[in-house]
């Protein structure tokens, strides 16, 4: 679901994919201004037929409300409001039995690309507003710009930066992405192919053990293959099998004489 603002932030035209239940019976836009979450109590100053929840039925759909009949999302507008307001939507689905989904992810009507970051801070620094993935890593800026202040702070990847700590290796793949977001272009992002093991995006030598993360991972897929070292292991500090024994026996030794110190000093 995304929303965009026409050039006077008058109009929002909202935009999803189709449900697919045999039982589907149509969708509520819910809408608000002020301030995030329910309850979507918005209400329009010349329409009340557009007040929230706009109830829209599966009838209402294909026909002009589809952009193209080869892409079959279907859409919405809602025309004729104030223009000095942040609108926030979500919609659900409901059945022909009445049940309503839970609602969706809530959109703000000044975040074109629905990424989390407000598109005036986009604007104002190297992110798209109408990207959600600027860097194609397969995290969206929003995500990686955690505060959302349109910097790159201590514990965040840079959103502008496919590989922010250098290493050769996707920051999505790093931390385990599997697929991309749908506006990355073709053919950048690398998905990660052991996704239950991962490496540190914002440390270019995850294991500290002297080599980056992607003279490891040499093909940077995110999976340790043949020839590979695993970039997640410092493979300088696993013992060998006699250093084992040699463990195991200081250990046994150590656990002997505790026994025979606990038994001479005990008191009868």
């Known amino acids: 679901m995304c929303a965009a603002p026409a050039a006077h932030a008058l ?35 010349k329409d009340s037929s557009l007040d929230s929840p706009i109830m829209l039925k599966t009838t209402d759909f294909p026909g002009a409300n589809y952009i193209d009949p080869a892409n079959p999302r279907p859409l919405f507008k809602i025309t004729g409001l104030p223009d000095n307001q942040i609108y926030y939507l979500t919609m659900t689905a409901h059945d022909t039995e009445g049940l309503e989904s839970d609602y969706a992810v809530e959109i703000r009507s000044d975040d074109a690309d629905s990424d989390g970051l407000p598109d005036i801070t986009e604007n104002s620094g190297c992110t798209d507003p109408y990207d959600a993935d600027t860097d194609d890593d397969g995290i969206i800026d929003g995500l990686e710009d955690a505060n959302h202040n349109g910097g790159v702070d201590a514990g965040e990847t840079d959103p502008c930066d496919i590989d922010t700590d250098n290493d050769g290796i996707q920051d999505g793949t790093e931390s385990g992405y599997t697929t991309g977001h749908p506006t990355d272009t073709a053919g950048i992002f690398q998905p990660d ?6 490496t540190n995006p914002l440390n270019n030598d995850s294991n ?12 940077y897929n995110g999976r340790v293959d043949a020839g590979e070292t695993d970039p997640g292991i410092y493979d300088g500090g696993i013992p060998t099998l006699n250093e084992w024994g040699m463990i195991i026996f200081m250990g046994l030794l150590l656990m002997s004489s505790m026994i025979i110190i606990r038994k001479q000093g005990k008191i009868t």
């Open 208 to 219: 500290g053990d002297g080599l980056l993360d992607g003279e490891e991972d040499t093909n």
């Open 193 to 198: 192919l052991d996704p239950f093991t991962t």
């Open 11 to 45: 109009d929002l035209t909202i935009q999803w994919d189709a449900n697919t239940e045999p039982d589907l019976a149509g969708y509520k836009i819910y809408y608000k201004t002020g301030s995030s979450g329910p309850p979507y109590d918005g209400t329009h100053p």
